[in-house]
C-alpha cells in the first residue's frame, strides 16, 4: 500500500523557520516528481514547490522564491521542504504528492498526481 507520510509542520513565529518531511512507504521515490502543496482555510489549493526526479529541476512558486527549498534523499525514502522567513500567509495544511513519470525530468504543479498525503499544519503566528 502506497502512503505518503508529511510531518514536521507546527507553530512558529513569523521569521521562524521549519523543515517538513514527506516520507514514503510503497513506493520508491527516486522514480517520482514530488509536489508540495499547500491550502489555507478559505483558499484554493496552491502548488508551492516540487522537484523532478535525480533533482534535475525544480519548482518554486512566486511566493515561496527566495524562502523554501525543496530537496530529496532517496536514500531515506524522503522528501523534505525547508522553509526559512516564515510569514503569517504561510498558514495553511501542507501536503506532498507523487506522480510516477517514467523517467521524465519534469516539474510542475499541474502535472495529474497519483498519491497524495494526509497533510500537516503550518501555523505562523505571533
Known amino acids: 500500500q502506497v502512503q505518503l507520510v508529511e510531518s514536521g509542520g507546527g507553530l512558529v513565529q513569523p521569521g521562524g523557520s521549519l523543515r517538513l518531511s514527506c516520507a514514503a512507504s510503497?513506493?520508491?521515490?527516486?522514480?517520482?516528481?514530488i509536489g508540495w502543496f499547500r491550502q489555507a482555510p478559505g483558499k484554493e489549493r496552491e502548488g508551492v514547490s516540487c522537484?523532478?526526479?535525480?533533482?534535475?529541476?525544480?519548482y518554486y512558486a512566486d511566493s515561496g522564491k527566495g524562502r523554501f527549498t525543496i530537496s530529496r534523499d532517496n536514500t531515506k525514502n524522503t522528501v523534505y521542504l525547508q522553509m526559512n522567513s516564515l510569514k503569517p500567509e504561510d498558514t495553511a495544511v501542507y501536503y506532498c504528492?507523487?506522480?510516477?513519470?517514467?523517467?521524465?525530468?519534469?516539474?510542475?504543479?499541474?502535472?495529474?498526481?497519483?498519491?497524495w498525503g494526509q497533510g500537516t499544519q503550518v501555523t505562523v503566528s505571533s
Open positions: 504528492a507523487a506522480v510516477n513519470l517514467w523517467g521524465q525530468s519534469r516539474c510542475r504543479p499541474d502535472l495529474i498526481y497519483d498519491h
Open positions: 522537484v523532478s526526479v535525480k533533482a534535475s529541476n525544480t
Open positions: 510503497g513506493l520508491t521515490l527516486d522514480y517520482y516528481t
